[in-house]
């Protein structure tokens, strides 16, 4: 079998768009365990926008995180939530390369529990949001 090349496993070749799902609290409260995204491969990224990424010492392993600036070598990406960890602050600048594609659309499910009316309605509201690039918080986790 073929080896796929650097544009099919960026998602250029095959698709444009994915799905991913988020795990564990690092982006909270952006995001939350569970959330389905909508990631277009081989975006182009600027500051404060949410990016998949292979795990720089763990490339089978893809995480979220907020690109928060383009340093030499690459980006510096943080989680939102600063006492979660699994970010820059560990294993320092990721490479572009690494970068796979940035989040565009968050989807919340719904929770078995949500019967109400009022429960259902809120989370219609909610459970569906573009995720916009959030230049205040690149510029406060810059700091750390």
């Given at each position: 079998m073929p080896e796929p090349s650097q544009e099919?496993?960026?998602?250029?070749?095959v698709a444009p768009f994915?799905?991913?799902?988020?795990?564990?609290?690092?982006?909270?409260p952006t995001l939350h365990?569970?959330?389905q995204l909508l990631v277009r491969y081989g975006s182009g990224v600027r500051p404060g926008d949410v990016v998949v990424l292979r795990h720089p010492f763990q490339q089978d392993l893809l995480v979220v995180k907020r690109a928060v600036e383009r340093r030499e070598g690459g980006w510096w990406v943080l989680g939102d939530n600063p006492?979660?960890?699994?970010?820059?602050?560990d294993y320092g600048v990721v490479p572009e390369e690494l970068i796979l594609g940035k989040a565009w659309f968050r989807f919340r499910p719904r929770k078995?529990?949500?019967r109400s009316p009022l429960a259902l309605l809120?989370?219609?509201?909610?459970?569906?949001?573009p995720l916009l690039p959030d230049r205040s918080a690149s510029r406060r986790l810059r700091a750390r």
């Open positions: 099919t496993e960026r998602g250029r070749a994915g799905i991913a799902e988020v795990t564990g609290p690092s982006m909270v365990h569970g959330d006492y979660a960890g699994g970010d820059s602050t078995a529990g949500q809120r989370w219609t509201l909610s459970a569906a949001r």
